[in-house]
């Protein structure tokens, strides 16, 4: 099996820029020797939202979605603990 190789963040924002001054993810992918569909994820998730003032990327969304989930778990958790406790 072949390790996919790990780029670092400079490297992955200098291709998102390139693709956004205009170069194809085709030519990128080409010259750089990496799937061309890795470097429209790579785009995908640098495209930034703005919600309640504050800028984040799709990338950051996602982990903020998956912290809050996983605090919504903890939290209904402790709330059957907390009527366990209150029987007793």
């Given at each position: ?25 085709l030519s990128l992918s080409i010259e750089y ?33 998956k912290e809050n989930d996983r605090l919504k ?16």
């Amino acid at each position: 099996m072949t390790k996919r190789p790990r780029y670092s963040q400079e490297f992955k924002d200098a291709i998102v820029a390139l693709y956004q001054e205009g170069r194809s993810s085709l030519s990128l992918s080409i010259e750089y020797g990496m799937a061309s569909t890795t470097v429209i994820k790579w785009v995908h998730g640098s495209q930034k939202q703005i919600i309640a003032g504050e800028t984040y990327t799709t990338d950051e969304m996602k982990k903020m979605k998956k912290e809050n989930d996983r605090l919504k778990e903890e939290n209904d958790i402790l709330k059957r603990a907390a009527v366990l406790l209150a029987k007793n």
